[in-house]
């Protein structure tokens, strides 16, 4: 049996913000139906989400109930005890939950976002593989993909796909 893979899955700016400052992800709202058929592709293969507190919340706001009913869902997060959809907060050590996670059977596992995590799990080489959609958008602010400083990540060419105007870039990290 394979160890599942931790997939980074989201869009940027072409400046590499995921988001406005305020966390804002309006910009994003004219994407293509290339890339959606791209993103429910995706979706289908994976059964489990991890996110942070933030994107957790930001995701209620933006869809008005919890996206993800469907999939096994993680979020990581010391200040909410807990949610009221099938989401299980955790609070303890989030690369060694990963960790464990990966070695369980099961299909890929989406991070959905949280700079900070997706840097704490890049730096411990629980990160796989990154699917980065670069909208045609210059943001000139907002929060970045990396919370904090890496050293050298090498990455691995997978794909490259256009979907309109958006192109799809895909990267194994290499280990």
Known sequence: MSERKVILYLAESLDGFIAETDGGVD???NNSSAADLAYQQFYRSI???LMGRKTYQRALQLAGSYPYQDKESYVFSTTLHNTDDPSTVVAGNIPEFVRKLKNQPGKDIWLVGGADI???LLKEDLIDRLMITIA???LGEGIS???SQLT????N???SQQFDQFVQLTYDVKK
Do not use: S
Request: hydrophobic share 60%; proline share 9%.
């Open 145 to 147: 993909l990396v919370a």
């Open 136 to 138: 045609p958008v210059l």
């Open 152 to 155: 050298d990540v090498p990455l």
């Open 118 to 120: 997706f840097t704490d």
């Open 47 to 49: 059964d489990t989400v």
């Open 157 to 159: 060419l997978i794909e």
């Open 27 to 29: 910009w994003l709202q």
